[in-house]
């Protein structure tokens, strides 16, 4: 798939940093940013629980990562559907055994001027971006509080907290579920379980390459736009899906066993540091 690099099998991987054996449930998972994290972890030895609402797609990620020798299982799920995500979590540990982490990256991205909006544009967007992590983050820390254990990160965006033109509805959701994570780590904290954030920028998936026109978008999102009050990527390159990922794996890691309540910028420098 474009922008997502095939990676080793599990044999590559020899150091132990608190993933072997533990399962993982990933949201968003069928392609991008959701699939680069279900394989990142996958090569450190977690469980992949995959979530997604596109069938046939998440059903030949998971086909990949089976035939790289990897623990994974599909569970198509709408993590807009409250009950359905209950009961997809249910089954994943019925199924799998307890979730020990949660990565939340599911996203919708949908553009436009505040004042040409549609009521459906910003409800389809907070369904997706907020009350969807809502949903999936309640569903396994409930199941978590007991164990005294987990983690949970979720994928946000530097949009959360830089003001985006034609981004509104997105740079809300995402500013949303940034302070729901971390209202969920300061509760869960003395229970033992960490919840962190990271936040990309402008990263090589099918929900940048939809908002491109043409190839001079590349250098448009590298330079920037003064009409738009974009100072473009520092380090004048793009995000990979990869670059996301080992995030991901750092903040799900014992690595990061101090670590919570955190956002973690992952944007080359394009939100200069906010």
Not at 21 to 34: S, Y
Request: aromatic share 4%; proline share 3%; net charge negative.
């Amino acid at each position: 798939m474009p922008g997502t690099a095939v990676r080793g099998s599990r044999d590559a991987v020899a150091e132990d940093i608190g993933i072997d054996g533990r399962v993982a449930l990933v949201t968003g998972a069928a392609q991008g940013i959701g699939e680069a994290v279900a394989r990142a972890l996958a090569e450190r030895g977690a469980r992949i629980a995959a979530l997604d609402r596109h069938d046939e797609a998440l059903v030949k990620t998971v086909a990949r990562l089976r035939d790289d020798g990897f623990d994974a299982s599909a569970f198509a799920t709408d993590v807009r559907d409250s009950a359905a995500v209950e009961d997809t979590v249910h089954r994943v540990e019925e199924e799998l055994g307890p979730v020990d982490i949660l990565v939340n990256v599911a996203g919708v991205l949908r553009l436009g001027a505040v004042v040409d909006l549609t009521d459906e544009d910003w409800s389809t967007v907070f369904e997706v971006n907020t009350q969807g992590v809502f949903y999936t983050s309640r569903a396994v820390a409930r199941r978590m509080v007991p164990r005294g254990r987990g983690c949970v990160v979720t994928v946000g965006s530097n949009a959360g907290s830089v003001p985006r033109a034609r981004m509104a509805a997105y740079g809300a959701s995402k500013a949303a579920t940034a302070s729901f994570t971390k209202c969920l780590g300061l509760e869960l904290a003395g229970h033992g379980i960490r919840c962190n954030v990271v936040s990309p920028g402008s990263t090589e998936t099918p929900m940048l390459r939809a908002m491109w026109t043409d190839e001079s978008s590349v250098r448009a999102t590298l330079d920037g736009s003064a009409g738009e009050y974009r100072v473009g990527i520092p380090l004048r390159k793009l995000a990979t899906p990869w670059d996301i990922a080992e995030a991901v794996v750092f903040l799900a890691s014992d690595r990061a066993g101090h670590i919570t309540m955190h956002d973690l910028c992952v944007d080359g420098g394009a939100a200069l540091g906010a």
